[in-house]
């Protein structure tokens, strides 16, 4: 995933009212953050591909006459996730080459766990539900307190190298990467006292 | 063949911002103002002094969304560099200190830490951005704006110039979460609101900023690098 926190999509598709209408949906998938821009050609789509870091390619099988999913990630020249868009039924051995295929006909939800199940295929895994381990939690407290890494490990008996694993899963687990950002987290969760901390 | 803009040159400027209000932005930095009644945007351009071919590619690249291919080699640096600087003091003279007054506004700044914090989290944020944004205009602009001279600074390319951009919107990002997680519930929501639609538009706007420098701009510095390389080279 991008810098934004969101899921880069391109849609390439010829007709610009299929790729408008794909792209709006691709929107507003719930649950799933995304931006979408639109290309009719192949070279726009090359163009997108080289001026964005693009997640996944949603693709009309038909695109640019007949469109070859190897060469486009090769072209690509990095890692993307090319999704077949059907328009009618698509024959099993187009499909094999993509990642996953979706259907003009299918609801929002469907597209949206597809999407999701994409992007999550790699190391990230669904950060929201994972709560905080009582570990962590005593972390954000000494981080708060402004203790160093290196005290804090001398404090808790554990090595520099755990602490930067627990705060890196820190800041996956709540999407804050700052020492404010989590000292307002502790005050609003009552993890640490007010009179404990300097601001 | 067909045009490589989605605009042309003689499109009615007024065209432009009835499709897409944020162009506003776009044509008052470049130095346009409105009141231009029915002229097209060559006219307007030329009228204001303004490259032409420059302005429409980065008003087809906020469009679009993504550069076109050879848009950089449509682009007067010297006309993208204008327009990159206005952009810097409309964030750092504009539109930040008008975010940070309307936070002020809408959240209670009582003896509360929470609020303060929040404060105190959005001004580290602005200095991060003032830093990376005094950054480019004194060194890498500068050394853009030395560049047909040989005079130009050694050691320094604009591959140098590498990605600096990722903190710039993700702490944005992030205070925008924290407001909306972890705000004081007894702020004003129509002023609270107020400045989270800023917060909104200006992650979007310093995503825009950042893609113009990163796809119109370095390619460009690229292509002058790659010239003025080869012309030194047979004296």
């Known amino acids: 995933m991008s810098r934004d926190g969101k899921i880069h999509i391109v849609v390439a598709e010829t007709s610009p009212v299929i790729s408008a209408g794909l792209s709006f949906c691709l929107c507003r998938l719930p649950g799933v953050q995304a931006r979408a821009i639109e290309a009719h050609t192949y070279p726009e789509l090359l163009d997108c591909l080289s001026s964005a870091h693009i997640d996944i390619v949603v693709v009309n099988p038909t695109f640019g006459g007949a469109f070859d999913p190897q060469q486009l990630r090769h072209d690509a020249g990095y890692d993307i996730r090319i999704v077949a868009v059907a328009v009618s039924q698509l024959p099993q051995q187009t499909l094999r080459l993509y990642d996953d295929a979706v259907s003009v006909v299918d609801d929002l939800p469907t597209i949206a766990a597809k999407i999701r199940a994409l992007v999550d295929s790699g190391s990230e895994t669904d950060t929201d539900r994972e709560p905080l381990s009582q570990r962590e939690k005593e972390i954000i407290t000494l981080v708060v307190?402004?203790?160093?890494?290196?005290?804090?490990?001398?404090?808790?008996?554990?090595?520099?190298?755990?602490?930067?694993?627990?705060?890196?899963?820190?800041?996956?687990?709540?999407?804050?990467?700052?020492?404010?950002?989590?000292?307002i987290y502790a005050i609003v969760n009552r993890l640490v006292d007010l009179a404990e901390i300097k601001i | 063949m067909e045009s490589k803009y989605h605009y042309s040159p003689d499109e009615k400027m007024a065209r432009l911002i009835a499709d897409d209000y944020r162009l506003i932005q776009v044509m008052s930095r470049f130095g346009i103002s409105v009141g231009f009644g029915d002229q097209t945007v060559r006219e307007?351009?030329?009228?204001?002094?303004?490259?032409?071919?420059?302005?429409?590619?980065?008003?087809?690249?906020?469009?679009?969304?993504?550069?076109?291919?050879?848009?950089a080699a449509h682009v007067s640096v010297s006309s993208l560099l204008h327009y990159l600087k206005q952009s810097h003091a409309y964030f750092l003279d504009w539109l930040l200190p008008s975010i940070r007054r309307?936070?002020?506004?809408?959240?209670?700044?009582?003896?509360?830490?929470?609020?303060?914090?929040?404060?105190?989290?959005?001004?580290?944020?602005?200095?991060?951005?003032?830093?990376?944004?005094?950054?480019?205009?004194?060194?890498?602009?500068?050394?853009?704006?030395?560049?047909?001279?040989?005079?130009?600074?050694?050691?320094?390319?604009?591959?140098?110039?590498?990605?600096?951009?990722?903190?710039?919107?993700?702490?944005?990002?992030?205070?925008?979460?924290?407001?909306?997680?972890?705000?004081?519930?007894?702020?004003?929501?129509?002023?609270?609101?107020?400045a989270l639609y800023d917060i909104y538009r200006c992650e979007e706007e310093l995503r825009s900023h950042c893609m113009v420098e990163d796809e119109l701009l370095v390619p460009a510095i690229v292509r002058l690098e790659k010239e003025t390389g080869s012309r030194e080279t047979p004296q």
Do not use: Q, W
Not at chain 1, 163 to 176: C, D, G, P, Q, S
Not at chain 2, 168 to 183: N, T
């Open chain 2, 44 to 71: 307007v351009c030329s009228a204001s002094g303004v490259d032409c071919d420059t302005f429409l590619s980065v008003v087809n690249f906020v469009v679009d969304g993504y550069a076109h291919a050879d848009a």
């Open chain 1, 145 to 183: 307190k402004g203790l160093t890494n290196k005290e804090i490990a001398d404090r808790l008996f554990i090595s520099v190298h755990t602490v930067m694993t627990h705060r890196r899963n820190i800041a996956r687990k709540l999407e804050i990467h700052s020492a404010t950002g989590l000292t």
């Open chain 2, 102 to 194: 309307r936070l002020l506004d809408g959240i209670p700044m009582r003896t509360d830490s929470v609020s303060i914090l929040i404060l105190k989290f959005f001004d580290e944020y602005v200095a991060e951005v003032r830093t990376h944004m005094e950054y480019e205009d004194r060194t890498v602009f500068a050394y853009i704006e030395s560049l047909p001279s040989p005079g130009a600074k050694p050691g320094f390319s604009i591959g140098t110039y590498s990605d600096h951009h990722e903190e710039v919107s993700s702490r944005l990002h992030e205070l925008k979460s924290i407001i909306i997680k972890y705000g004081p519930g007894d702020a004003d929501s129509n002023l609270l609101n107020a």
